[in-house]
């Protein structure tokens, strides 16, 4: 059974550092990830996605996530962090062949000023 | 273009009644997600639509949770009767084929 963890539940980082979040996945085949944010009261939006192709993918508002099959990986990453990247944090994954989308248990993000 | 709607945004109701959920996916998405998050936490897959067949349920209590999807389109979940321990936000998504899921607002639901 395919399934996500994210073995943080807070991360705390300083405005202007870079921020890593963290996340591994287990999944029968090759995986389709995802990362989603959410802010307080609102639903959660789509970041970025990994499907295939180059393991550093690019997403909106500069996240980015590096895909590491070997370690089955996928870690969301931003060089430098705002105050206004704190939220909610999901890791998502796609069975190719159950075609559920999976999400793992969140990660707050705390960017200090 | 238009993102996933959902109704009611909030729902307060006393335990034993009736609830409903409305959700109306992204034009021509044909999965239909409805998730259940519980306050910090992930969302929970209770039922996906592969166009109007509920093609995996295994997770929606079916003693009180229901859900239709008439037509491939909206789709509505309904729990009755409503207890404590369904207080939660419910969440809709949509999505294309292998796609990721876009969600809606969700509906916050307080059962007293």
């Known amino acids: 059974a395919q399934s996500v963890a994210q073995p943080e539940d807070q991360v705390n980082v300083a405005e202007g550092n870079p921020l890593t979040v963290k996340c591994t996945y287990s999944?029968?085949?090759?995986?389709?990830l995802f990362w989603y944010v959410q802010y307080p009261n609102r639903g959660l939006q789509f970041l970025l996605k990994y499907i295939t192709g180059d393991n550093l993918v690019k997403g909106s508002y500069g996240f980015e996530a590096e895909f590491n099959k070997s370690q089955t990986s996928f870690h969301l990453k931003k060089p430098s962090a705002l105050v206004s990247d704190s939220a909610l944090y999901f890791c998502?994954?796609?069975?190719?062949?159950?075609?559920?989308?999976?999400f793992g248990k969140g990660t707050r993000l705390h960017i200090l000023p | 273009e238009a993102g996933v709607v959902q109704s009611p945004r909030y729902k307060i109701i006393e335990k034993k009644q009736p609830v409903a959920f409305w959700c109306n996916p992204i034009?021509?998405?044909?999965?239909l997600y409805w998730y259940r998050q519980n306050l910090g936490q992930g969302p929970e897959l209770l039922i996906r639509y592969e166009n109007e067949e509920a093609v995996d349920d295994s997770q929606l209590p079916k003693d009180r949770f229901s859900a239709e999807r008439l037509k491939g389109v909206d789709s509505t979940l309904k729990i009755q009767p409503a207890e404590l321990g369904d207080s939660a936000v419910y969440l809709c998504?949509?999505?294309?084929?292998?796609?990721?899921?876009?969600f809606g607002q969700g509906t916050r639901l307080t059962v007293v």
């Open positions: 034009s021509g998405h044909n999965t």
């Open positions: 998502a994954v796609r069975d190719m062949r159950g075609d559920k989308i999976i």
């Open positions: 999944v029968s085949g090759n995986p389709y």
């Open positions: 998504a949509s999505s294309p084929p292998r796609g990721e899921a876009f």
